[in-house]
């Protein structure tokens, strides 16, 4: 009897769950489907042949000038560059600036002036602005990369040596099909970015492409410049939510912003209500994402970057084809997996160990 208690209890689970399956409306569906891939732990993918690293990096110097300091996600990739340049032989600098251009321009100067090889623009230091510096860096010898600031489909910008793109058109629409899905297909959106970068133009494409494929869903969009980040987003974020009641997701496409958007989320009462998905896996966000204080973060191990930018430099010093995209995974973390990452979560953790071991057997380290 009570053995046909709990198959009764079975069949009956199965049944709600088959049901629930059904009644997922087709753009959630498609939404999920698209999202699967990347709820799956990344796997190294080697860039090209081995080479040894310590030989054509002998005597070497690069010049890395962020987007901002102040940005911990860019912070970290640059920590990480200048420890693994340190373990193949080499020397990196970092220019440490707030976001100005001004800033930017100091640090072409003092490049070409203490003879560095190369000057890496990361995730936001935009070329376009520096049309002149990136000329007379040129004319010096030396190397001009914007890493991580475009998106695959967007030309080479301001007259660089070259680029090593990632798939922001990509992120953007997860995110999009994050919402999609777990709104079943009834999204209110308000979309923040950060103004004047290029891999916000490519994000937010991404974003609007799938929204578009759901009749059923809408989004506002909201910007702030590189130094409006900390003064403006906060005060964006409660406007929009103010202003929109009927908002169920916020999505900072960068999770910078999200120290920002969840006090607003917070201080609105809509804690309840409104779920935040965002990227980049910056460790303090995929910590917020454990407290659940943000639903999810596509993350990009940040080490894994730091390597696939610096083996694309050292492959043009070597004279081989260089990387002509950052060979880094997207990884979504939720609360299925956010602890993964380390308690608090780490910068480079929660992906494996593979990247680590595959880029020094590429690079001839052991």
Request: a neutral charge; aromatic letters at 10%; charged letters at 20%.
């Amino acid at each position: 009897m009570e053995r046909a208690f709990i198959v009764a209890g079975l069949a009956a689970a199965l049944q709600m769950m088959a049901g629930a399956a059904l009644a997922e409306s087709p753009e959630a569906a498609r939404a999920r489907e698209q999202l699967e891939p990347y709820r799956q732990l990344p796997k190294f993918q080697e860039p090209g042949a081995a080479f040894d690293a310590r030989a054509c990096m002998k005597g070497k110097s690069i010049l890395t000038i962020p987007a901002s300091s102040a940005v911990p996600f860019i912070k970290t990739i640059q920590d990480s560059m200048v420890k693994v340049a340190a373990d193949v032989g080499f020397t990196i600098k970092v220019w440490e600036n707030q976001g100005q251009v001004t800033q930017w321009v100091q640090g072409f100067d003092y490049a070409i002036n203490n003879k560095f090889q190369l000057i890496d623009l990361l995730a936001g230091a935009d070329p376009r602005f520096l049309e002149p510096q990136v000329k007379a860096a040129k004319a010096a010898g030396l190397m001009v990369v914007a890493a991580h600031l475009t998106g695959y489909e967007q030309p080479i910008p301001g007259g660089v040596t070259g680029v090593v793109p990632i798939d922001y058109k990509r992120a953007g629409a997860l995110l999009a099909d994050w919402a999609i899905w777990k709104a079943d297909g009834k999204v209110d959106a308000a979309v923040m970015g950060v103004s004047g970068v290029l891999s916000t133009d490519s994000m937010v494409s991404g974003i609007k492409e799938e929204f578009a494929k759901c009749p059923s869903c809408k989004a506002s969009y909201i910007n702030v410049t590189i130094p409006e980040m900390a003064i403006k987003t906060q005060t964006d974020a409660q406007g929009a939510l103010t202003a929109d009641p009927g908002i169920n997701y916020m999505i900072p496409i960068y999770d910078v912003l999200s120290q920002w958007v969840v006090p607003a989320v917070t201080i609105t009462g809509r804690a309840d209500k409104v779920k935040i998905a965002t990227f980049n896996g910056t460790p303090f966000a995929v910590t917020m994402v454990q407290d659940g204080k943000i639903e999810m973060d596509i993350g990009e191990s940040l080490g894994w970057i730091a390597r696939s930018i610096l083996d694309g430099y050292m492959r043009r010093f070597a004279g081989l084809p260089d990387d002509k995209e950052l060979y880094v995974p997207l990884y979504i973390f939720d609360k299925s997996n956010a602890q993964t990452a380390g308690v608090p979560a780490g910068y480079d953790t929660g992906y494996g160990n593979q990247h680590v071991d595959g880029y020094a057997k590429l690079w001839k380290l052991k």
